[in-house]
C-alpha cells in the first residue's frame, strides 16, 4: 500500500530531522553550480541536492540542460470491495499476463496496471485503460465480477530508454545526486537507491557499483 509506505517513511523521516516543504522546487543555479531549491518562494541553500522527481525529474533539471532521459509511462489500476468478504489472506496473483492481482485487509482487491508508453501526463482514466484492466482481472478472477468498481487510480512511471534506474551524481554536477527513473519497480528499490542517494551527497563509497545506472550514461561522448 504506496500511501501506507510514504506516510510511514515520513513519520521515521521527520522522527531524524527531516523539515518538509511542500511546493514545486525549483533549482538554484548561480555561476554555474547547484546552489540549493526555491520552494514555494523560500530559498533553501544547500551543498547538495537530491533530485528525486520520478517522471518531472527533465522538468527540474532543465536549467542545466543535462540530457537525462525520463519519460511518463501512464499505469491505471482499479480498487475493488466485496463487502462481506475477508479479503486479509488472499494471496498476490501474478499471471503471466503482465497485470496482477493483490489483496488488502479490509474487503479490498487492487487489479492492475496498464502500462501506456507515450501517454504523456494524462491524469484521466481512459474507457481503453479501464476495459485492458477489467478483462485481464475478470479473466483471471471471474468472481470479482460482482465486486464494486470502489476508484481507478492513474499513476505515471519514470521510465528510462534502457529500463535502469537514475542514481548518483551528475556529469559536471557533483552536487547534483539523482534518484529517480524507476519504472515499474520504485516502491521495491527504494531503500537501497534512498541509501545509495544518501552515500552520494557525503561522499561515501557506494555499497553497489553505479556504472550501469549512473545519470552519467546520458552525457554525450
Ligand atoms: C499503477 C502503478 C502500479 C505500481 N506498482 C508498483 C509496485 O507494485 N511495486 C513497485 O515497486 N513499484 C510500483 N510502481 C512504480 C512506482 O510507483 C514508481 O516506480 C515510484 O513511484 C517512483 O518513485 P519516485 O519517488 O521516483 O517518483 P514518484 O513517485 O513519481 O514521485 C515523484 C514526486 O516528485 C514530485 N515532483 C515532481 N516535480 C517536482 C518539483 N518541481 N517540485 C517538487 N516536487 C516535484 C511529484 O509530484 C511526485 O510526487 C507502480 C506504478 C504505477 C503507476
Do not use: C, N
Not at 478483462?135 to 460482482?146: K, N, S
Not at 551524481?169 to 519504472?183: K, N, Q, R, Y
Amino acid at each position: 500500500d504506496g500511501r501506507v509506505l510514504r506516510a510511514a517513511l515520513l513519520r521515521a523521516a521527520q522522527r531524524r530531522g527531516l523539515r518538509r516543504s511542500s511546493g514545486r522546487a525549483r533549482l538554484v543555479v548561480e555561476g554555474g553550480t547547484v546552489r540549493g531549491v526555491v520552494v514555494d518562494g523560500e530559498r533553501i541553500d544547500a551543498d547538495a541536492v537530491v533530485v528525486s522527481a520520478g517522471a518531472w525529474t527533465p522538468d527540474v533539471l532543465a536549467p542545466l540542460d543535462a540530457g537525462v532521459e525520463i519519460a511518463p509511462q501512464r499505469g491505471q489500476i482499479s480498487h475493488f470491495t466485496l463487502p462481506g468478504t475477508d479479503t486479509t489472506a488472499w494471496p498476490v496473483v501474478l499471471p503471466p499476463t503482465g497485470h496482477y492481482l493483490l489483496a488488502f485487509p479490509g474487503s479490498r482487491v487492487v487489479a492492475g496496471a496498464t502500462r501506456e508508453t507515450g501517454a504523456g501526463f494524462d491524469h484521466r482514466v481512459t474507457v481503453e485503460g479501464q476495459r485492458e484492466v477489467l478483462d485481464h482481472a475478470l479473466r483471471v478472477a471471474p468472481g470479482l465480477g460482482t465486486a464494486t468498481l470502489a476508484e481507478t487510480r492513474v499513476g505515471f512511471r519514470p521510465a528510462t530508454p534502457d529500463g535502469a534506474p537514475v542514481v548518483g551524481s551528475l556529469d559536471g554536477h557533483p552536487e547534483v545526486v539523482l534518484a529517480t527513473g524507476f519504472g515499474a519497480g520504485g516502491l521495491t528499490v527504494a531503500p537501497l537507491a534512498g541509501r545509495l542517494a544518501a552515500q552520494a551527497v557525503v561522499g561515501e563509497e557506494p555499497e553497489v557499483p553505479l556504472d550501469e545506472v549512473s545519470p552519467q550514461r546520458f552525457t554525450p561522448r
